[in-house]
């Protein structure tokens, strides 16, 4: 299972919004209502911010939100602060109890 | 609060064996099946394998069929990852992960991740 593609970088400045994109396949995005996207700053574990597309866990700020569309799967942050600076993975199941992640998206708050 | 705490990482020889641990606590084990997500050193995530919360069902990545077994003991609350024949591209921090019983395709909670090294 291919890894799902993400940009490698994205930046903005404080205030601002910014999108991250995950496109798969129709095997994986397409086919399924089960995108996830994790935050992780460095040297930590990742933190859970969506699922199943466009949810919301309790206690994650509403700037985080997500969308799809066909085989792509996005996530803004508005109002990004410095705090957001971190790196973001995409997930999607895949199948036959198979699950697979984006690359990573590396934010910088400039 | 929940708890995840993995331990059993190291350096090991290529070839050879080694056994993960990831102790639960906080929360309920049984309402959970749980993942082993790996990172290599710079790389991102990569799924590694899966259990429910009753052990009837696991898979795991094609990259380690065959070599990796996931298994856990409920009245333990602890998951287990058994890596045999390791490899050098097995390098990575290994996190423990849960899933709620009806929704494994995410994780929702997260270890802190051991690191293993595969090099001679």
């Known amino acids: ?110 | 609060q929940a708890q995840l705490v993995e331990s059993g990482g190291g350096v090991v020889q290529p070839g050879r064996p080694l056994r993960l641990s990831c102790a639960a606590s906080g929360f309920t084990f049984t309402s959970y099946a749980m993942h082993w997500v790996r990172q290599a050193p710079g790389k991102g995530l990569e799924w590694v394998a899966v259990i429910s919360y009753d052990e009837n069902s696991k898979d795991c990545a094609r990259s380690v069929k065959g070599r990796f077994n996931i298994s856990r003991d409920n009245s333990k609350n602890t998951l287990y990852l058994q890596m045999n024949s390791l490899r050098p591209e097995d390098t990575a921090v290994y996190y423990c992960a849960r899933a709620p019983n009806k929704a494994w395709h995410y994780f929702d909670f997260w270890g802190q991740g051991t690191l293993v090294t595969v090099s001679s």
């Open chain 1, 1 to 110: 299972q291919s890894a799902l593609t993400q940009p490698a970088s994205v930046s903005g400045s404080p205030g601002q919004s910014i999108t991250i994109s995950c496109t798969g396949s129709s095997s994986d995005i397409g086919g399924y209502k089960f995108v996830s996207w994790y935050q992780q700053h460095p040297g930590k574990a990742p933190k859970f911010i969506i699922y199943d597309v466009s949810d919301r866990p309790s206690g994650v700020s509403n700037r985080f939100s997500g969308s799809k569309s066909g085989n792509t799967a996005s996530l803004t942050i508005s109002g990004l602060q410095a705090e957001d600076e971190a790196d973001y993975y995409c997930s999607s199941y895949a199948g036959s109890n198979r699950y697979v992640f984006g690359a990573g998206t590396k934010v910088t708050v400039l």
